[in-house]
């Protein structure tokens, strides 16, 4: 007779080896594996915030959380141009108490450059966690030993713990992107394709690096795998689903709702309604032009709101971003029209444009094309394009996949800016990286379908051939794992203590001018303007017309600029003359209302204010 305790232990170790209890041994494999990864990447390859686009960002998100609206604190030149010009109100004010403000600096200045999603986000995000904006200050060993393993090392600054949080948040997104990657190979293809798809994109470095830039591309990306899943389901209902039946319908809404969601996510995204619309017209076995207009209209009714606000404020659908295309031309090159307090549109001509498509568009197929995925997997993708599936499904979504490639390789070509060149590959002009688990997916498909044409001596030889390949395309990942370890601050040019000390010297409500004034923005929470595109006309306009400027905080993005380049050919008063005429004659100009500098930033920093701020009790 058996006693029940070993027929419980003999039930244990029978769902241990082959029931429910092994694929929760295996899940809690998976998810300690995964954890393993999220520490050891950001132990080795964690970088501090280093785009002006993630700063940028952040710090409006911080706005929105604090109850300052959708206002920010770093102000482009171009969009106080924006706001003046739309401006049609009184231009004398009956009430000294109340001036005019056209400019909008006086109080919280509107932010015309950002779409709201990511950012909306990002507010509910330090709503719920614990975020310190504020640098501690180590002033005895325990601290030091107490933080030298996270947020400083060695008693000195290492992480910014708001940047961190940024991060692992994106890298929560960046699991979402595999997992949905999984389920629609999955439901497109077969187990063995879902399953290295899978763990090739959990591979790839770019994606890692994307994770933790701070950019919105990881919310994008689960974005746009929502459409890709939406039409898959859509397509597979039309084929073979029920004719009169209202999912069809209510899944090409959504697919209209999803592009307008990821167009005030990035406003590039916008033009993915023409490939959705295409894919409908081309695959609807009827219905096709009510399919189309429907989801144009939820489109429509998802991203209008937001334009009409801008319109609202300074008359441009898109805000600054209106004038993306003018921007790294010959007649606005690097950041020329940001910082434009008046610029001259009269300069731009198609055939400017033109060049510039040209350009980039070259630059893409040489370049970007080849390594649009993050690995290798590019070249069986294009290879792939080739092979004809027996599924319909397979095919459909492959030719809506390169609709899709067609149309962001013109719209990165013509929205290239300077951005792209600060920081290439990770930026949010990057629109071919969307592409990623669409290329995983069918370079893996490619890659099983040779490796079925092989003959195989004997079957594990299979699964030598499959592991060396995911080896090989996760090359880059093992790559940033090994030595040197990547240092996590951005410098040159952003050192935040030395950010938010400088910041710290000034009052909320003053106004700064700045080379990072995105950086100033997020480190030091104070309202920054753009350096002007010269020292003394655009610089007085904004200080005697508008509000005066209390400090000019200048780094090496300046102070380390090109000698021939920035401080001797400009026509104009630049401020790299500023900086040259300074250094010759060891004084600030004379007519510069910013005379006071404390010691210990020269030379590599310069920080002019009104008077002695740092000597305050």
Not at 412 to 436: C, H, I, K, W
Not at 438 to 453: E, K, P, S
Not at 552 to 561: A, D, E, H, K, V
């Given at each position: 007779m058996r006693l029940p305790i070993g027929d419980s232990i003999q039930d244990i170790i029978y769902k241990l080896e082959a029931g429910s209890g092994m694929r929760v041994v295996r899940w809690a494999l998976l998810v300690l594996a995964i954890l393993f990864l999220v520490i050891v990447y950001n132990w080795r390859a964690y970088r501090n915030m280093a785009t002006q686009e993630a700063m940028d960002t952040a710090q409006l998100a911080r706005n929105i959380a604090t109850g300052k609206g959708y206002s920010t604190f770093f102000i482009r030149p171009l969009s106080i141009y924006l706001l003046t010009n739309h401006y049609r109100g009184p231009l004398i004010s009956s009430d000294p108490a109340n001036p005019i403000d056209p400019a909008r600096l006086k109080g919280p200045h509107p932010d015309l450059a950002n779409p709201p999603v990511y950012p909306v986000v990002l507010a509910a995000l330090m709503k719920l966690l614990p975020f310190e904006y504020d640098i501690p200050i180590v002033t005895s060993e325990s601290d030091?030993?107490?933080?030298?393993?996270?947020?400083?090392?060695?008693?000195?600054?290492?992480?910014?713990?708001?940047?961190?949080?940024?991060?692992?948040?994106?890298?929560?997104?960046?699991?979402?992107?595999?997992?949905?990657?999984?389920?629609?190979?999955?439901?497109?293809?077969?187990?063995?394709?879902?399953?290295?798809?899978?763990?090739?994109?959990?591979?790839?470095?770019?994606?890692?690096?994307?994770?933790?830039?701070?950019?919105?591309?990881?919310?994008?990306?689960?974005?746009?795998?929502?459409?890709?899943?939406?039409?898959?389901?859509?397509?597979?209902?039309?084929?073979?689903?029920?004719?009169?039946?209202?999912?069809?319908?209510?899944?090409?809404?959504?697919?209209?709702?999803?592009?307008?969601?990821?167009?005030?996510?990035?406003?590039?995204?916008?033009?993915?309604?023409?490939?959705v619309m295409l894919f409908l017209a081309f695959f609807s076995p009827r219905d096709r032009a009510e399919r189309c207009l429907l989801a144009l209209a939820t489109f429509v009714v998802v991203f209008a709101p937001w334009v009409i606000r801008n319109m609202v404020l300074c008359g441009e659908p898109f805000g600054t971003a209106t004038y993306t295309v003018l921007e790294t031309t010959s007649a606005f090159p690097e950041?020329?029209?940001?910082?434009?307090?008046?610029?001259?549109?009269?300069?731009?001509?198609?055939?400017?444009?033109?060049?510039?498509?040209?350009?980039?568009?070259?630059?893409?197929?040489?370049?970007?094309?080849?390594?649009?995925?993050?690995?290798?997997?590019?070249?069986?993708?294009?290879?792939?394009?080739?092979?004809?599936?027996?599924?319909?499904?397979?095919?459909?979504?492959?030719?809506?996949?390169?609709?899709?490639?067609?149309?962001?390789?013109?719209?990165?070509?013509?929205?290239?800016?300077?951005?792209?060149?600060?920081?290439?590959?990770?930026?949010?002009?990057?629109?071919?990286?969307?592409?990623?688990?669409?290329?995983?997916?069918?370079?893996?498909?490619?890659?099983?379908?040779?490796?079925?044409?092989?003959?195989?001596?004997?079957?594990?030889?299979?699964?030598?051939?499959?592991?060396?390949?995911?080896?090989v395309m996760c090359l880059p990942m093992v790559l940033a794992f090994v030595p040197p370890r990547t240092n996590p601050i951005a410098y040159p040019p952003y050192y935040p203590p030395t950010i938010q000390q400088v910041c710290n010297w000034m009052n909320e409500n003053e106004l700064m001018m700045s080379d990072v004034p995105w950086a100033v923005a997020?480190?030091?929470?104070?309202?920054?303007?753009?350096?002007?595109?010269?020292?003394?006309?655009?610089?007085?306009?904004?200080?005697?017309?508008?509000?005066?400027?209390?400090?000019?905080?200048?780094?090496?993005?300046?102070?380390?600029?090109?000698?021939?380049?920035?401080?001797?050919?400009?026509?104009?008063?630049?401020?790299?003359?500023?900086?040259?005429?300074?250094?010759?004659?060891?004084?600030?100009?004379?007519?510069?209302?910013?005379?006071?500098?404390?010691?210990?930033?020269?030379?590599?920093?310069?920080?002019?204010?009104?008077?002695?701020?740092w000597r305050k009790p």
């Open positions: 030091t030993k107490a933080r030298s393993y996270f947020w400083h090392r060695h008693g000195r600054f290492w992480w910014y713990q708001p940047d961190f949080m940024i991060a692992l948040f994106n890298q929560v997104l960046l699991f979402g992107v595999v997992l949905l990657t999984y389920r629609i190979a999955r439901s497109m293809f077969d187990l063995q394709i879902a399953r290295l798809s899978a763990l090739l994109l959990l591979g790839t470095e770019l994606l890692w690096r994307f994770s933790v830039s701070g950019l919105s591309t990881m919310l994008l990306l689960i974005i746009f795998l929502g459409l890709i899943w939406t039409l898959a389901r859509l397509e597979r209902e039309m084929r073979v689903g029920n004719a009169t039946s209202w999912v069809p319908w209510a899944l090409t809404a959504l697919a209209g709702a999803l592009v307008g969601l990821g167009a005030l996510t990035r406003y590039s995204f916008m033009w993915m309604i023409i490939p950041h020329r029209l940001a910082r434009s307090l008046a610029p001259n549109f009269a300069t731009f001509n198609l055939t400017i444009g033109w060049y510039k498509f040209l350009a980039n568009i070259k630059q893409i197929v040489q370049t970007d094309l080849p390594t649009l995925s993050g690995t290798w997997l590019t070249a069986f993708f294009i290879a792939g394009l080739l092979l004809h599936f027996r599924e319909p499904g397979r095919n459909r979504l492959k030719y809506f996949a390169l609709m899709c490639l067609g149309l962001f390789m013109i719209v990165q070509a013509l929205g290239r800016t300077q951005l792209s060149e600060d920081s290439p590959q990770v930026n949010s002009e990057n629109m071919l990286f969307l592409l990623a688990p669409l290329v995983t997916m069918y370079g893996v498909a490619l890659f099983f379908v040779l490796l079925d044409h092989l003959e195989m001596p004997f079957y594990a030889l299979r699964h030598i051939i499959t592991g060396a390949f995911a080896v997020w480190y030091g929470r104070r309202p920054c303007v753009w350096l002007t595109l010269n020292a003394q006309s655009d610089f007085f306009a904004i200080n005697d017309y508008f509000k005066p400027i209390r400090a000019l905080y200048l780094t090496p993005r300046t102070m380390n600029g090109r000698f021939l380049t920035d401080w001797v050919l400009p026509r104009e008063y630049s401020w790299g003359s500023f900086v040259l005429e300074s250094v010759m004659r060891k004084e600030i100009p004379p007519n510069f209302p910013l005379r006071k500098a404390p010691e210990g930033l020269w030379p590599e920093q310069l920080f002019l204010t009104d008077w002695e701020r």
